[in-house]
């Protein structure tokens, strides 16, 4: 019993003679915080996505702005059922439908060439620039289309309107001018339409075609 009560007295004894200090009840225990940046990430995210939407804009604007399309006459059988074959030529990245081809066939003489009475009647259609002479219309019934990037023939028959533009024709190609073939010119429109685009009244390309 005397050892025991001894050895607590050392002990309560030790202890009463440490200093310390009670923490106050009222603070906060310490945290540590990391930070992750999401700025960058955002940033760099933006600027991908500013980068898609800039390439789309660009194909769609590439793909799909309107690209006059053409038409040009390429051969011409002239007789008694004269024919006339065009080119109609799409330059557009989706399909074009034409109809109402509204073109008309001229004859011009050479300086110098003799010009039949039976081609004008007494209105001389001749004067010091030359001659223009109209021989017929070219028609077409049905309308047509062309594919995406492409080009496509197309006959059409030649039709004269009067009696005098049909012997105009026949005189001309049994009076030919020193051994020359004929100088024909094409002149009008035709409508072309996509889903995407009205280009309205398309002119056919004027230029000499020799016969």
Same mark, same amino acid.
């Given at each position: 019993?005397?050892?025991?009560?001894?050895?607590? /007295?050392?002990?309560?004894?030790?202890?009463?003679?440490?200093?310390?200090?009670?923490?106050?009840? /009222?603070?906060?225990? $310490?945290?540590?915080?990391?930070? !992750?940046?999401?700025?960058?990430?955002? *940033?760099?995210?933006?600027?991908?996505?500013?980068?898609?939407?800039?390439?789309?804009?660009?194909?769609?604007?590439?793909?799909?702005?309107?690209?006059?399309?053409?038409?040009?006459?390429?051969?011409?059988?002239?007789?008694?059922?004269?024919?006339?074959?065009?080119?109609?030529?799409?330059?557009?990245?989706?399909?074009?439908?034409?109809?109402?081809?509204? !073109?008309?066939?001229?004859?011009?003489?050479?300086?110098?060439?003799?010009?039949?009475?039976?081609?004008?009647?007494?209105?001389?259609?001749?004067?010091?620039?030359?001659?223009?002479?109209?021989?017929?219309?070219?028609?077409?019934?049905?309308?047509?289309?062309?594919? $995406?990037?492409?080009? *496509?023939?197309?006959?059409?028959?030649?039709?004269?309107?009067?009696?005098?533009?049909? $012997?105009?024709?026949?005189?001309?190609?049994?009076?030919?001018?020193?051994?020359?073939?004929?100088?024909?010119?094409?002149?009008?429109?035709?409508? $072309?339409?996509?889903? !995407?685009?009205?280009?309205? /009244?398309?002119?056919?390309?004027?230029?000499?075609?020799?016969?």
């Amino acid at each position: 019993m005397y050892l025991k009560t001894k050895l607590n /007295n050392i002990l309560m004894t030790d202890k009463d003679n440490i200093p310390y200090e009670e923490l106050p009840t /009222n603070e906060q225990p $310490a945290y540590s915080y990391y930070v !992750i940046p999401t700025d960058n990430k955002k *940033k760099k995210q933006c600027g991908g996505g500013c980068c898609c939407l800039m390439l789309v804009t660009f194909f769609l604007c590439f793909f799909l702005i309107p690209r006059t399309p053409t038409v040009q006459l390429e051969e011409i059988l002239l007789s008694t059922q004269s024919v006339g074959k065009f080119k109609f030529k799409n330059n557009n990245y989706y399909d074009i439908k034409w109809k109402h081809p509204d !073109i008309s066939l001229y004859w011009i003489p050479y300086n110098g060439q003799t010009v039949g009475q039976v081609c004008y009647g007494e209105d001389d259609p001749c004067d010091s620039e030359g001659c223009i002479i109209k021989l017929g219309e070219f028609k077409l019934g049905d309308s047509f289309s062309t594919k $995406a990037k492409s080009t *496509k023939n197309v006959e059409m028959p030649v039709l004269s309107t009067t009696n005098q533009e049909l $012997a105009c024709t026949s005189w001309m190609l049994l009076n030919p001018y020193e051994g020359r073939p004929q100088r024909l010119m094409t002149s009008g429109e035709v409508k $072309a339409k996509s889903s !995407i685009n009205n280009f309205g /009244n398309v002119k056919v390309s004027k230029s000499y075609y020799y016969f």
